[in-house]
């Protein structure tokens, strides 16, 4: 454990210290134990701090046990911004969270994660998207973060539960304070396959102000946002702009032009976001390859299971396949058959569940 963990704890209970005036702190110190320690006359000569946040500072930090504070803890993780576990990807953004709570397991591979993001209120078709590419992208290694609100960030942790991936969910209030409450059960299913994280501490409860905070935590650990849906000025669209403000990439999946929450998807789009219809889409752009697997590991993979119930052409296809994604177009070319067959056989072993379709025309054995 981090020995000045209880310094980074404390200062992030102080009402009005938020995470640049904290960071602004431990920069000028160099070290959260001097700044923690420092009296009012050294605080108050610190470039960029508001009155009203040295005030509260000096005024609440005799009133905090530092001891108490690690005791909270117990089955939580806790990363702040002198560890070397912490996020590089969060770390570089304006504002980093000074601490972030853990429930689950933070990993090297989500370096290479994609937000997806989209209103409360999504259409059937909205939430069909949102699980497709969540599946489709987690599937090839890649992390999802969303926010674990209903709809459209509900459907994306979903889709990445089904396809076994990993994902991470960011709270807009501590990570012992599910929010919404309906959605418990899926917060306990992504600690498991992933990590529950807050900058929050233990027992903050949700406000309109901590949700734009979240926001910029769901971009800052992602490559880039699929907005998937939403308004004008929806929480999607400030995660968005999060994005954009952080050097990130943003993609949009187009929707109904008669729907409301379709404005936000298609207003980025007018802005230059990248339209995306495939999980190929969002992998050319961010220059992502699809995983690759050796020779022999693709060849145990297709002698492993045998399938007598295949005719001759399917059995060709199925030679083909790997758990490695590959596309239609692909498949038709190292197969010899016209594309228009090659589809309507994978459409008959879908049936049979010996292949399964991910976006954009891409196919996997089951």
């Known amino acids: 454990m981090n020995k000045n963990l209880k310094y980074w704890l404390a200062m992030n209970k102080i009402d009005k210290l938020g995470p640049i005036s904290i960071k602004r702190l431990y920069d000028h110190f160099g070290s959260i134990e001097k700044g923690w320690q420092a009296d009012e006359k050294e605080i108050a000569g610190i470039e960029g701090l508001r009155r009203d946040a ?8 005799t009133k905090i046990d530092l001891a108490t504070e690690i005791n909270k803890l117990k089955d939580v993780k806790v990363l702040c911004l002198e560890d070397s576990e912490y996020p590089s990807s969060l770390k570089n953004i304006y504002d980093p969270p000074p601490v972030i709570y853990i429930k689950g397991n933070l990993l090297p591979a989500d370096s290479k994660a994609i937000a997806i993001v989209g209103t409360r209120k999504a259409s059937r078709y909205g939430l069909e998207m949102a699980k497709k590419f969540a599946e489709g992208l987690s599937s090839l290694g890649i992390t999802i973060v969303s926010g674990l609100a209903l709809g459209i960030d509900t459907a994306a942790h979903q889709g990445t539960l089904q396809a076994k991936g990993r994902t991470l ?50 971009s800052g650990l992602s490559l880039g946002t699929i907005v998937i849906e939403g308004g004008y000025d929806s929480g999607a669209m400030i995660t968005a702009k999060y994005a954009l403000d952080q050097g990130r990439e943003v993609f949009a999946v187009p929707g109904n032009i008669e729907q409301e929450q379709s404005k936000g998807p298609h207003w980025l789009i007018k802005q230059g976001a990248k339209l995306v219809e495939s999980v190929e889409d969002v992998l050319e752009e961010l220059r992502l390859g699809m995983p690759k697997m050796t020779n022999d590991q693709c060849q145990m993979t297709n002698e492993r299971v045998s399938y007598p119930e295949l005719n001759e052409d399917e059995k060709k296809i199925v030679s083909l396949l790997s758990v490695e994604a590959k596309h239609l177009d692909s498949i038709s070319a190292q197969s010899g058959l016209p594309i228009p067959q090659v589809s309507s056989l994978l459409m008959m072993m879908e049936i049979k569940k010996v292949v399964r379709q991910l976006p954009g025309k891409m196919f996997s054995l089951v």
């Open 169 to 218: 969910a960011v709270l807009g209030s501590g990570v012992d304070t599910i929010y919404p409450s309906s959605n418990k059960q899926l917060a306990a299913e992504v600690e498991k396959s992933g990590a529950v994280i807050s900058e929050f501490p233990l027992g903050a409860k949700p406000d309109t102000g901590s949700f734009p905070r979240r926001n910029r935590i769901i």
């Open 54 to 61: 040295i005030k509260s500072f000096i005024e609440n930090r």
